[in-house]
């Protein structure tokens, strides 16, 4: 019923004298996969513990599957489901126990309990794993089975943050198979990380910045209306000489390495590759050729950001993925059990008893 999955209206998040989060609005539309993006200490984990129910806003308001969250945060809990940052699984238990334990916590019937759970071991890829200790799965398997036990009671919204991180390439491209998956069954998914190849398969990202929302809208919005920068990438003769000069232009709003590449990213609108070629030949810099590119995530992101922190920014995006590979998901299956989700409003409370 609801177009959208989260609204808010002016989130705001203290500790004391920090504005953790500071007046978010926010529009995460039911069924799409949603990216929240920023750097650490953004506000990213704070804004999620607010959606899920856990934490009590300092101001402004909200509704995620149409409850009130400052209303009704028990039934904002029951209604959806959470991934935190450190999974919460119990180690002493087995996979399967972790699923039951779950289960009984979301109120799913006794009597469903038991083929939940194999649904759960199937969607996540985990057959096999269910009578291993927590404790002893490895990262890609723990990570699977926390995503299971913040399904389990089959939510129609799921809140993952940072699901994959520090996992392995291979763990993270399942990871993410899983993920659309789910978006194709109709599940809103909203998901927090560091990785830019993950956030350019986002139906809709939003980049948060010292608690404030700086931009949101699809990736190829963003491009196209907020960031107005043209971006160049050219070959040249003398790659640190040409970054030294093209440092000192003030239409350069930032020029990195890009592998044995030069990529400039222009401050101006006007400008083209040609007036970056043109500079930099007038300067005794050979240019073997110079294009104009599409702006990646990770440049709309950083361009946002304050000048003296773009650079410490881009870092802390490399050290987390340094060599992105291409994220590609898995071919979809449908979730087993076939029910479909994420129409209607009524069925909001399935699941519990
Ligand atoms: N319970 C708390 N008490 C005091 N300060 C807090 C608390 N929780 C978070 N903060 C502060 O609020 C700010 C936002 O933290 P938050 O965990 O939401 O950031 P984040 O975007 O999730 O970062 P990361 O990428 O590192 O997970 C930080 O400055 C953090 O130190
Ligand atoms: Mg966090």
């Avoid at 300092?58 to 969250?69: F, K, P, R």
């Avoid at 209303?71 to 087995?94: C, H, N, W």
């Avoid at 309990?113 to 200790?133: C, I, N």
């Avoid at 239409?251 to 609108?269: F, Q, Y």
Wanted: aromatic share 6%; glycine share 10%.
């Amino acid at each position: 019923m609801t177009e959208f999955a989260v609204v808010t209206q002016g989130l705001t998040r203290r500790f004391g004298r920090l504005t953790a989060v500071d007046h978010l609005d926010l529009g995460v539309r039911a069924g799409e996969l949603y990216g929240f993006l920023g750097p650490n200490g953004a506000g990213k984990s704070t804004t999620l513990r607010m959606l899920c129910g856990i934490l009590e806003p300092s101001e402004g308001n909200g509704t995620v599957l149409g409850i009130d969250l400052r209303r009704e945060p028990e039934r904002v809990k029951s209604a959806i489901g959470y991934m935190s940052q450190k999974f919460s699984l119990y180690d002493d238990l087995t996979a399967e126990e972790n699923l039951t334990f779950y289960a009984r916590v979301y109120m799913v019937p006794r009597a469903e309990r038991e083929s939940r759970v194999a649904q759960m071991v199937r969607l996540a890829d985990l057959v096999g794993q269910e009578t291993k200790r927590a404790a002893f799965l490895s990262g890609g398997y723990r990570q699977r089975l926390a995503l299971a036990c913040a399904m389990v009671h089959r939510p129609r919204l799921v809140f993952l943050d940072e699901p994959t991180a520090g996992v392995d390439p291979v763990s993270r491209r399942n990871f993410w198979g899983l993920i659309r998956r789910l978006v194709e069954e109709g599940i809103t998914v909203v998901v927090t990380t560091h990785y830019m190849d993950e956030a350019e398969l986002c139906d809709t990202l939003g980049f948060i910045y010292q608690g404030r929302l700086i931009a949101q809208g699809t990736p190829a919005a963003i491009k196209s209306e907020t960031f107005k920068k043209p971006v160049v990438e050219a070959e040249t003769g003398d790659l640190r000489r040409a970054l030294d000069l093209l440092g000192e232009w003030d239409a350069v709003e930032e020029a990195l390495r890009a592998g044995t590449r030069l990529r400039v990213i222009l401050a101006d609108e006007g400008l083209t590759a040609e007036a970056v070629a043109g500079y930099l030949r007038a300067r005794g810099v050979a240019v073997v050729w110079a294009n104009e590119v599409e702006p990646s995530v990770e440049d709309l992101f950083v361009s946002f950001v304050d000048t003296e922190r773009k650079a410490r920014l881009r870092e802390q995006l490399r050290a987390v993925s340094p060599h992105p590979a291409p994220l590609v998901p898995l071919t979809s299956s449908p979730l087993p059990g076939g029910e479909r989700q994420g129409e209607g409003g009524e069925d909001r409370g399935e699941g519990r008893a």
